[in-house]
Nanobody, 122 residues
Framework: QVQLVESGGGLVQAGGSLRLSCAAS????????MGWFHQVPGKDREFVAA????????DYADSVKGRFTLSRDNAKNTVYLQMNSLKPEDTAVYYC???????????????WGQGTQVTVSS
């Protein structure tokens, strides 16, 4: 299995940037596809971005495409979500996720981090 710990959340003004990190434990990080989801109170978790184990493929929700960039450093067991041009609607708890297949990383991850709060003020 893999254990995930997110960091980098905080309060920023609209138009600002944040860089979220997800540190993974274990020796098999490079085998996992990774994803980011976010959730607001009363709503289901929503897909934000995913990256394949080799970083060959990336996908983004339409709402963040062009603003967010997902990358990974397998040597450091870490994935990053660079969030630019943040909007108040981006306010949510952001969760890192890991899956054994790229498809499941987007819709049904096997493992989740604890989440990190991102708040964008207007």
């Amino acid at each position: 299995q893999v254990q995930l710990v997110e960091s980098g959340g905080g309060l920023v003004q609209a138009g600002g940037s944040l860089r979220l990190s997800c540190a993974a434990s274990g020796r098999t990080f490079s085998s996992y596809a990774m994803g980011w989801f976010h959730q607001v109170p009363g709503k289901d978790r929503e897909f934000v971005a995913a990256i394949s184990s080799s970083a060959y493929r990336t996908d983004y929700a339409d709402s963040v495409k062009g603003r967010f960039t997902l990358s990974r450093d397998n040597a450091k067991n870490t994935v990053y979500l660079q969030m630019n041009s943040l909007k108040p609607e981006d306010t949510a708890v952001y969760y890192c996720a890991a899956s054994l297949t790229y498809t499941s990383s987007r819709v049904n991850p096997a493992y989740w981090g604890q989440g990190t709060q991102v708040t964008v003020s207007s």
